[in-house]
């Protein structure tokens, strides 16, 4: 009998397609198709240099297999296989495949980004991956107005209208658009990937539209592309993905969302969607939400208009007076921030660049120790209850 093996498989139903553990990995043993990113088995050597990099923790599935699945069966899944039965000596001895070193890297990888998030128990059932790169769908663009009043930090709101062609997306999920050209081998661009900043009803109540927020970077092939459509343009997109950074519907739930920039992007889907469903009946949300100032701060004017009860804004500059980043107005907040972490319907949300990860960890740490509690311990926790998510780029 063919001794089990550890196989090393990607979660289609959770990867965003940004294909970053494709670039990353040494020995090009990621790749992908037009539905799918995947491993080849036969060159995997379990470097682990792709885990770190993944988003969303899509990257770290394993399966004990006697014999691995190919590369067309991975192209075709929709979502994972389950555990085959291999009888419980032979899967022990397949798990003993991944050793110790290997299970420190997998924890050291997750450490940062919060390790492998799962969707709040509440939440709606995402739709995956409907238009892919072989059959995208095209939208066509209903507006595009500027959100920011710095020349020199230009965030845009894009608003996309899909006509008859269904797309059904919840808060929190992601977009793909593809840039039109080639690249300098002459292959087609791949997506770019975009939060959606609308509710599922969509930007306008009732519409099939929806609406990104996306910053033009100065050497940004998608940025500057999207920051330039005009009204009628037509875009080809892939998605939707992602099936864990969602809202959770149970009323009652308070959110903790943090954010930075166009992190703020899903932030905005949340509270709309709660402003339409619950509005001020709701467990109430909590936002820190920093920028360079005022002037660079996306969605300022709307943010004012948003009752405090149902969303407690603290809004942070890091050049305007003195220096202050989220992690310090969650720390001279740190009775309010408590309060939540102590309450077992709270949500956390971090959104953002990934340099403020390091920072409001440690804030999070110190402001649990203050009321008693280990941060990674009280982490792992509302991670693995799907109370704990974290997407930075």
Request: hydrophobic share 35%; proline share 7%; net charge negative.
């Amino acid at each position: 009998m063919t001794k089990p093996i550890k196989q090393h498989l990607i979660d289609p139903e959770i990867c965003i397609r940004c294909y970053t553990c494709e670039m990353t990995c040494p020995i090009e043993a990621i790749t992908h198709n037009d539905d799918n990113v995947v491993v080849d088995a036969d060159k995997c050597n379990f470097c682990m240099d792709c885990i770190p990099v993944c988003p969303t923790g899509s990257i770290d599935e394993w399966r004990v297999v006697s014999e691995p699945y190919s590369l067309d069966e991975q192209f075709a899944w929709d979502e994972l296989p389950e555990q085959q039965d291999l009888g419980s000596s032979e899967a022990e001895t397949g798990l003993e495949a991944l050793d110790e070193a290997m299970a420190h890297l997998l924890a050291e990888a997750h450490a940062g980004a919060g390790g492998k998030a799962k969707a709040p128990a509440s939440a709606a059932k995402p739709s995956i991956n409907l238009y892919t790169l072989g059959k995208p769908a095209t939208a066509k663009v209903q507006g595009n107005y500027r959100l920011t009043d710095d020349p020199e930090h230009d965030v845009r709101h894009i608003i996309l209208d899909f006509g008859g062609l269904p797309m059904p997306v919840l808060e929190g999920q992601s977009i793909g658009i593809i840039p039109p050209g080639t690249d300098a081998n002459g292959q087609p661009h791949l997506p770019r990937l975009y939060s959606i900043s609308s509710p599922r009803d969509g930007e306008r109540p009732n519409y099939n539209n929806l609406s990104l927020t996306v910053k033009r970077e100065a050497q940004g092939l998608c940025s500057n592309y999207v920051c330039d459509l005009k009204p009628g343009d037509e875009v080809q997109i892939t998605g939707p993905f992602g099936a864990t950074f969602l809202i959770p519907d149970d009323p009652d739930a308070r959110l903790l969302m943090i954010c930075t920039g166009t992190g703020s992007a899903p932030m905005r889907a949340f509270t709309m969607r709660r402003q339409r469903s619950v509005g001020g009946k709701s467990g109430g949300m909590t936002m820190f939400f920093g920028a360079r100032g005022e002037k660079q701060l996306p969605y300022f004017g709307p943010l004012k208009k948003v009752p405090k009860d149902l969303l407690d804004q603290n809004l942070v500059y890091s050049r305007e007076g003195a220096q202050h980043y989220v992690q310090d107005a969650m720390r001279d907040e740190e009775d309010k921030v408590a309060d939540l972490l102590a309450d077992p319907k709270t949500h956390i949300y971090i959104c953002g660049l990934r340099g403020m990860e390091e920072g409001v960890e440690l804030a999070f740490t110190n402001i649990a120790e203050s009321i008693g509690l280990q941060w990674t311990a009280l982490r792992d926790t509302m991670r693995d209850e799907g109370r704990y998510h974290v997407e930075t780029y």
